[in-house]
């Protein structure tokens, strides 16, 4: 790109983000030459067209979207840039495939400081460059003041699923044990305690990590694996009973099985949140055939984001679709979908 | 989808967006599978996974994104939902390639009725149908009131680009044609009329279409072609000065050979618009080697979408990337790219 083209260099440090740099003319260009190229720098979107075009491996492929508007922007852990390349590549993950490449979408509210902008755009660099998965294309708006909230960021993810595999939410069958690759509840206690300015002994981070590489080494090992879904909006709870929806079965977990970091545990009692309805950014649900189970458990622990995974629990047949839980106290509950809204805008 | 789920159905006629709907939870479930997969019915959204998988042919692939914020969500000749489509299914095809799959990612506020989200989803499903390329894969969030506008889109899609084909903005050399697919301005100026509420005895309506069937019929008669996009934010004025600057060429262009409607040309000069920069949504600027350009010509016009073509001008060295026209008063003038903001939330 020709610098020289512009009168003056971007303002990084006290700038705002004003509707020309939405209009399609010389100051859009000027924000994506110097803002967003330099930080996602690759030769997909250094070629300034208004599509990427690259090869691709044989096989199927997959593709997924995922639109951020999280509230707060920044949040202990993360921000929205790490977290809308994490949702999408995770998304692309739980079919199974290798995540190849991203598209983002960013809509942008007038009057946001550019600073901030830099840094958020840095961050999703970051992320993309950690994970292997660039962001080869993109596009930004800019709404009025009032008509947007800071920035909004939709990626799309497309990946190629490797020979054999085949991994749906309507496959869970009875029998099928139930995986869980880490603690919950990290991600929305970390935006909670943000937004209600608590603090903690020990402060609790969101869990947002890209997964793709804990799902190679499980698909590579057990390649029968059912099921695999991020317990993301609605949490745990709501990602189960959508897979006993999908597939036609009930569940049966024991809560004691379920990892949960005591701090996130005491923080929930406190903000009066059901842990099992949290929003995680980083965990993954798996569910296998039971004679793989134990094998499936030990290629996730042997990997740094599955360390503290446990088998949770159990498909079961029931027309109802239930999932049902066995508590820590020895009692039985019916853990059902989430009704209203716990924790808005929480990706 | 087990639609018994649900102890009622949603009141798609005077029920309103609430937060509960991006919750994750059973309220979004509901709204996805009565609202969403009802109106884009395909098999691969019907799977019901967070992502879609399928087969594509081989070759080069394409991704392009584009997000929607437009102003009016509803205009002559469209809304927000077809333009969601056709603006993205056209960014794939300004690479020659054939569009294949769509993904959509909504932002709605909080408030929205359900009656116009329904009407801009059928009109969604109907642009896809109607193109051919299915939105396989969504999502969906709501944010607060005050905090988005209705609704955005935003979209992405993938194609396959054709053996031999190898379409760039930077390849643009001196001597080649510059081709227009037809009339400038349409978009633009039905948008700006529902706006200001104006009307005029004949109406203006958007040109928004998806191109890529013209676009087919283009390639297999000119692989040759080097550079194809469609002139929308900031217009045709904005689109040629960034090839020019990505191919380091300029451009001669002839005013009087630009087609225009009587209308639109009227239009603009109530609204104080220079048409040149007015936003299209169904047209497409070609560049070609001069020998093939008359050829491309008579393929342009004899597809319904093209027959208005003509050849606009040509490039020309210019170190300065400058972008001249000869103006229907034989006087000449620099054609700059868009400086300000003309018409914010065109699209």
């Not at 055939?289 to 599955?306: N, S, T």
């Not at 009704?339 to 929480?346: M, S, Y």
């Amino acid at each position: 790109m020709n610098k020289k083209r512009y009168t003056s260099r971007l303002d990084l440090k006290n700038g705002t983000v004003d509707m020309t740099h939405g209009s399609g003319g010389r100051a859009m260009a000027q924000l994506i030459d110097e803002l967003f190229v330099g930080a996602l720098d690759n030769e997909l979107l250094r070629q300034g067209n208004d599509q990427a075009i690259f090869e691709v491996p044989p096989g199927r492929m997959v593709m997924s979207v995922d639109g951020h508007v999280i509230s707060p922007l920044f949040f202990p852990g993360g921000d929205i840039g790490s977290l809308s390349v994490h949702g999408t590549v995770n998304d692309v993950a739980m079919s199974g495939a290798r995540p190849l490449y991203l598209s983002a979408g960013f809509i942008l509210e007038e009057g946001f400081p550019l600073a901030d902008l830099k840094r958020i755009v840095e961050s999703m660099a970051g992320a993309a460059n950690a994970a292997g998965v660039p962001v080869v294309t993109g596009d930004t708006k800019v709404v009025e003041k009032g008509k947007g909230d800071g920035v909004f960021i939709t990626t799309t993810g497309i990946g190629v699923v490797p020979e054999g595999i085949n991994i749906s939410g309507d496959l869970a069958r009875p029998g099928d044990r139930i995986l869980l690759s880490g603690s919950i509840g990290d991600h929305g206690v970390a935006i909670m305690s943000k937004r209600e300015n608590l603090s903690f002994e020990t402060a609790v981070e969101s869990d947002s990590q890209a997964l793709h590489d804990l799902v190679a080494d499980m698909v590579a090992a057990v390649p029968a694996i059912h099921c695999l879904r991020d317990p993301t909006r609605g949490g745990l709870a709501t990602t189960l009973n959508e897979i006993a929806r999908q597939s036609g079965v009930g569940m049966q977990l024991q809560e004691e099985a379920i990892p949960m970091k005591p701090e996130v545990h005491a923080a929930c009692e406190l903000l009066g949140l059901d842990p099992l309805y949290v929003a995680n950014e980083g965990k993954l649900i798996a569910i296998c055939p039971a004679r793989e189970a134990e094998r499936l458990l030990a290629v996730m622990r042997a990997h740094p984001k599955g360390a503290e995974a446990a088998i949770i629990g159990e498909v079961i047949e029931d027309e109802h679709n239930f999932i049902q839980m066995e508590t820590s106290f020895g009692g039985s509950r019916v853990v059902d979908w989430l009704a209203g809204e716990q924790l808005p805008r929480i990706c």
